[in-house]
């Protein structure tokens, strides 16, 4: 999944709960358990870009990605 965010963006701010735990069970499909040393990495990047936005999903994301890895049988469901 790419998104392409830029600084100040509003879409950065319509982005929903569901969208965030789509990109983290996507992460762990693809990365397993580097899922979320990749959603970390991609927050220090738009961090060093001063991207608070960028950086904001991204942390948010890395949230979802650990959440899942600690309740493992929840990472294939979907909301409702």
């Known amino acids: 999944m790419k998104v392409k965010l830029m600084q100040g963006n509003i879409f950065q701010s319509q982005v929903q709960k569901i969208d965030i735990y789509r990109a983290a069970n996507l992460l762990l ?30 942390h948010k994301i890395g949230n979802a990605v650990n959440w899942m890895q600690i309740n493992p049988d929840l990472s294939g469901e979907t909301c409702h």
């Not at 970390?40 to 060093?48: A, I, V, Y």
């Open 29 to 58: 499909k693809k990365h397993g358990n580097e899922a979320l040393i990749i959603a970390q990495e991609k927050e220090l990047s738009f961090m060093e870009k001063q991207d608070d936005a960028g950086s904001s999903l991204w």
